[in-house]
């Protein structure tokens, strides 16, 4: 019989290229999805990648118990995939109990009702960079101490904290993935990237002219997330549960990134990027590098997409999308 995998977050990035990856392994794949969330354009990263009808939704919420127990009961998946988050970082500031309780409280909610219903199941659990913050140490191992600047960074922290703690107190399959910055054509418009993407294709075919950005000295490790759900499910084939950093060990600041994407399309950034203080972060982290050094070893994963092919998909991508609606 096909291993069934739960997938919250399906609708997101990560959750779209995981159900591609899943569904090309033979796995039936589930989705929670919100019923608040429910528009017409609510799977559209799914039918980007025309898999959309493939994978079966079930409503349900991260911060409703009850719910994750029906699901769980009714599937019985064989693995699940916790990326479901307020994950937008500035936002957090401005909704920090509603990141608390969807990004942090939310996992317990999860691994409660795996403990409940399905307690063989392996979950994974998507920890994130951004627990680092304050960098202890120039380079983020999983040995690096913790320093969150952010409440997502601390509602994450919680929630990687509780993986450890019921993989210990249980002895589930509990992993969690350190995943340092990672994107592609799907990741949202919030998101840096992608805006600056989207910006140098709008102002390339002449829908803008200027692009207010924030900090551009802020460092990030940027990967590409087909290479990073990939990472995801060779966690849980592993004979034991562990907690990994994901990274490609280089690091690159907001500026050089879009230098790279402006030069794509033949623009100079000097000419239409302007700093706008309102997109400043009331607490920033300066830089991120991680080390997948243990990732390399047990998994067997190395990053295989660059930084510069990724950007040019992203501008590509969106230069596509902008054309099919320009008047």
Not at 215 to 226: E, M, S
């Amino acid at each position: 019989m096909a291993k069934k995998a739960l997938i919250t977050g399906i609708t997101g990035q990560d959750g779209a290229y995981l159900s591609q990856l899943l569904l090309k392994k033979g796995y039936e794949v589930h989705g929670l999805v919100r019923r608040s969330s429910h528009s017409e354009q609510f799977d559209h990263r799914l039918r980007w990648l025309g898999i959309a009808n493939d994978v079966q939704f079930v409503d349900g919420n991260l911060i409703d118990p009850s719910s994750l127990c029906r699901i769980v009961r009714a599937i019985m998946p064989d693995e699940v995939y916790n990326l479901a988050a307020q994950s937008f970082v500035k936002s957090s500031w401005d909704q920090p109990m509603l990141t608390a309780n969807v990004t942090g409280v939310g996992v317990v909610n999860m691994l409660e009702a795996l403990r409940l219903e399905a307690p063989e199941a392996r979950f994974y659990q998507a920890s994130s960079s951004e627990m680092f913050g304050l960098i202890q140490q120039p380079v983020q191992t999983e040995k690096t101490p913790f320093y969150p600047r952010s409440p997502y960074a601390a509602a994450k922290l919680f929630g990687h904290w509780m993986t450890v703690n019921y993989r210990e107190s249980f002895g589930m399959f509990a992993a969690s993935g350190i995943l340092f910055n990672h994107e592609s054509p799907l990741r949202g418009l919030e998101f840096v990237t992608r805006k600056v993407t989207d910006g140098a294709a709008r102002i390339k075919l002449g829908l803008l002219d200027k692009l207010a950005m924030g900090n551009l000295d802020a460092k990030r490790d940027w990967g590409h997330a087909r290479d990073y759900v990939r990472a995801m499910w060779l966690m849980l084939q592993q004979e034991r549960p562990d907690d990994f950093v994901i990274a490609t060990g280089r690091t690159t600041s907001v500026r050089d990134m879009v230098r790279i994407a402006f030069g794509h399309v033949g623009l100079d950034p000097d000419a239409h990027v302007v700093i706008d203080p309102r997109f400043a972060r009331p607490a920033e982290v300066d830089v991120l590098l991680g080390d997948a050094g243990k990732a390399k070893e047990k998994l067997g994963w190395t990053a295989t997409i660059g930084l510069e092919e990724m950007i040019v998909e992203m501008v590509e991508a969106d230069l596509a999308r902008h054309r099919g609606t320009k008047r």
